[in-house]
């Protein structure tokens, strides 16, 4: 599909940017640009690609996103590479899982080469944008929701794709901090049969209130418990999980359908069985964590994903009291692991997986 192009009227004087990208914090630079294709059933499905500007997005105030929250996301970076150019990292893990939360959110599916197209075309448009900063990256958002005009409840028949990005600087700008977990006692996340696995805004909107309580509480994040027995450890609100233990064992909670398949999490199990450690994809419960943790068993807890990369697990609180992991500081893993990952990324480590793609 070829996509046509929409100049920018008023691109951001140079010297505006400049000075927007040169210390971006995380989430609200965004860049000129936008990519969108819409989808009808009845003119044959995908159509009308676009690279434009980004502005604002007309909706219908019957467009179903709006009432029944047919949405799905994806969250990428595109990395500064030392020979200038930019890479992205499993592009296509993403456009598959982005297709595996359609299929569940009952929504149509995207070529796989479109979605990467529509990205890479997103990263070159705005590769100006990219922050001149160390741990600098651009944040790529794919995204797609219902926009037919129709309160009846049936999968819509009209959507658009969309592409932005957010100029980032380094989430460690202070260094890696461990997070202080809240364990999740009235909410879960994702129940048996439930939407989990797939990257729906809905699953985020429902982590905000146990989220609110883990701050309430003076914790960064919530971790969730398995919705049956309230019991096992799932993830947290958008990062996985993997317990770092004395016997050369590593443990994370298996892809049931509850938890978020994270290509962080794919990566890391190639990773840490290269370093000849034994990973079991296996339950893992609240009890066993607190045990083991107190018992000198579990070395480190990892957390991970795109956003943060790997970032230690250093105390978890409950009503029932907190228990630290480790010294509560960086883990020996937890340091080689981010280090290793953010060096393949950004071309600084070889890449021995074919895991890096250059835009
Ligand atoms: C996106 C996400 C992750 C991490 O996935 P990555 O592909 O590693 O970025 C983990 N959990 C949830 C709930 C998510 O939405």
Known sequence: MQFTSVP??????????KAAIADPGFGTVFTDHMVTVDYDEAKGGWHSAQIGPREAIALDPAAS??????????????????DGGLALF??????????ASARRMAMPEIPEKLFLDAVKLA?????????????????????????????????????????????????????????????????????????????TGGNYAASLVPQAEAIAQGCDQVV????????????????????????GSVITPPLTGTILPGITRDSLI????????EVREEPYSIQQWREEAENGMLLETLACGTAAVVTPVGKV???????????????????????????IQTGEVADTHGWVVKV
């Open 123 to 199: 990263v070159e448009t705005d590769a100006d944008w990219m922050p001149p900063v160390e741990g600098g990256t651009l944040y790529i958002r794919p995204f797609m929701f219902a926009s037919e005009a129709f309160l009846g409840v049936r999968p819509a028949k009209q959507y658009k794709f969309v592409v932005i990005l957010v100029s980032s600087g380094n989430y460690f700008k202070n260094g890696v901090n461990p997070v202080h977990i809240w364990v999740a006692q009235d909410y879960v996340r994702a129940a048996p049969g439930g939407t989990g696995a797939a990257k």
């Open 270 to 277: 190639a990773m840490l069985r290269e370093e000849g450690l």
């Open 65 to 82: 996103v709006l009432h029944y929250a047919q949405e799905i996301f994806e969250g990428m970076k595109a990395y500064q590479h030392p």
């Open 8 to 17: 920018h009227p008023a691109p951001t004087h140079e010297n505006v940017r």
């Open 317 to 343: 609180s409950s009503p029932d009291g907190s228990f630290e992991i480790g010294t509560g500081g960086i883990g020996q893993m937890a340091q080689k692991m981010r280090e290793r990952l953010v060096g």
């Open 224 to 247: 969730f418990l398995d919705a049956i027995e309230h019991k096992w450890v799932e993830e947290l609100g958008g990062m996985n999980l993997f317990f770092v233990r004395q016997d």
């Open 90 to 99: 499993r592009p296509e893990e993403n456009a598959r899982r982005f297709n």
